[in-house]
């Protein structure tokens, strides 16, 4: 498979309509910030010293090890310095994702985060890994061109096998495979961001709640997850508003829900990240 290494693309939007499947192999790529995206990402880790932060959780990875991303979870890669960071990379559209599910199980079920036995990591065992790098490496294979006649029909089919296998997987994950790490004060933090987003959030009023200085929450906040406190808050603020703007919340009523007293202001944040205001966003 080396002869289908791609370059790193540091963008987060697709350019396809339906999947995109991305081999990477490098020395230590540039930092990656915070972020979240609208489809769904399968992440499979084969070489390198990596953490990998989603949503408040932080795993230490493994080689072989699978991230389940759903649409609009934060998240972010620390890839740490050493050797080189290989793994593929599995884009998925929603949409797409779900007219290929209607009439039958849902393909997407493994991302569903509402299930009280969801996890974003999978550890399969010796035997599936080899499966899985097998079924990956013939996606990429066959959506390179590589493959032949037909390719991109293939290259679905393959794609559909691994996903129905990917549920399966996820439908038998027990509590051992959750190894997120223990408690500490970011992971607290983040939690508490998670709950309090439409409340009066800021460093001095984390700081007070959770009985520690400004500068040490600001600086064992920024080595954890890469951004800072105000930064943090603003991207859960704008994650959640977007989800409440999809499933037709009036704008106005978004910027109160998601703790934006101003509409001005929530108008410039929306449309500094995003590229358009909440209502061109909304369909308005």
Not at 155 to 170: D, K, P
Not at 218 to 223: A, D
Not at 268 to 282: L, V
Request: hydrophobic share 35%; charged share 25%; proline share 4%.
């Amino acid at each position: 498979m080396r002869e289908n290494v791609q370059r790193f693309d540091p963008r987060q939007v697709m350019s396809r309509p339906d999947f995109e499947v991305f081999y990477y192999r490098e020395p230590k790529p540039g930092n990656v910030e915070v972020h979240h995206h609208d489809f769904y990402e399968v992440y499979f880790f084969l070489n390198g010293q990596v953490e990998y932060w989603v949503e408040g959780r932080f795993y230490r990875l493994e080689p072989g090890d699978l991230l389940l991303i759903s649409p609009m979870e934060l998240h972010r890669p620390t890839v740490r310095e050493g050797g080189l960071y290989e793994r593929i990379v599995l884009w998925v559209d929603r949409a797409w994702l779900e007219k290929l599910s209607a009439g039958g199980d849902s393909l997407s079920r493994c991302f569903d985060h509402a299930l009280s036995t969801h996890t974003n990591l999978l550890r399969p065992s010796a035997g599936q890994r080899a499966a899985i790098r097998s079924r990956l490496a013939e996606l990429v294979q066959e959506s390179y061109g590589d493959g032949g006649y037909a390719g991109a029909q293939y290259a679905t089919g393959v794609l559909l096998q691994f996903l129905a296998e990917l549920n399966r997987m996820a439908l038998h994950t027990d509590e051992q495979q959750r190894t997120d790490e223990p408690e500490t004060l970011v992971s607290r933090v983040l939690a508490y961001v998670g709950t309090h987003y439409s409340e009066e959030l800021s460093l001095e009023t984390l700081a007070q709640n959770f009985y520690v200085s400004k500068y040490h929450l600001s600086h064992e906040f920024s080595r954890a997850v890469g951004i800072g406190v105000h930064r943090y808050i603003m991207l859960k603020r704008l994650q959640v508003a977007r989800q409440l703007l999809a499933e037709g919340m009036a704008p106005g009523e978004v910027c109160i829900a998601c703790g934006f007293r101003d509409y001005t202001n929530f108008y410039r944040a929306f449309r500094a990240e995003y590229g358009t205001g909440p209502r061109g966003f909304a369909g308005e």
